[in-house]
């Protein structure tokens, strides 16, 4: 459950409000705090979370006994991208933001059962960060009639799987270093 306001658009998408969102990040940090756990580490899997989060953490505050640390800086995301740009050649527009080359590749390295190839279509292939900026402000739909902003075309789960090692190695370096 997250906040996806900007994915209304599309039938069967569920979001929550930002509030909604923040009072759950406290209840169930501390929950975990009160059953002993001494070191939380939260960790948003979709982008619309990632600024939520971390104003969900400011308003909680310390939390006694815990090192509590999130991944909330939406350029992580980016650096994923740019593995993409620099080892495969994968232009930044086409390994977008959702549903484009990287999120699709690394599907196919986890699940790709799940992926139907001849139904990937590109979507919106412009700058990302003003794709960023106008999907936040004005929804999905607003930038692309299919939801996807990127293209998917050259996806593969070779791909998809040194994107999951960016991934961890970004993760780890928040962890460590927080």
């Known amino acids: 459950m997250g906040c996806s306001a900007h994915h209304l658009d599309f039938a069967g998408t569920l979001s929550i409000q930002d509030e909604t969102f923040h009072a759950i990040v406290a209840d169930l940090v501390r929950s975990l705090a009160r059953g002993g756990f001494r070191r939380i580490v939260l960790l948003p899997s979709h982008g619309g979370n990632f600024a939520p989060l971390a104003v969900a953490l400011e308003k909680l505050g310390p939390v006694e006994g815990v090192r509590l640390m999130g991944l909330t800086d939406l350029t992580a995301l980016m650096r994923i991208a740019a593995v993409g740009e620099r080892e495969h050649g994968v232009p930044l527009g086409e390994g977008g933001l959702h549903a484009g080359e990287w999120e699709t590749s690394m599907m ?14 590109a979507g919106f292939t412009g700058e990302l960060q003003e794709a960023l900026e106008r999907l936040l402000a004005d929804g999905t739909k607003a930038l692309s009639e299919n939801g996807a902003i990127g293209d998917p075309a050259s996806a593969s789960a070779e791909h998809g799987r040194r994107y999951w090692e960016v991934a961890l190695e970004t993760a780890m370096a928040r962890i460590e270093g927080g």
Not at 108 to 121: D, F, I, K, W
Request: no cysteine; proline share 7%; hydrophobic share 45%.
């Open 108 to 121: 196919l390295s986890v699940h790709p059962e799940l992926v139907n190839m001849s139904q990937a279509e």
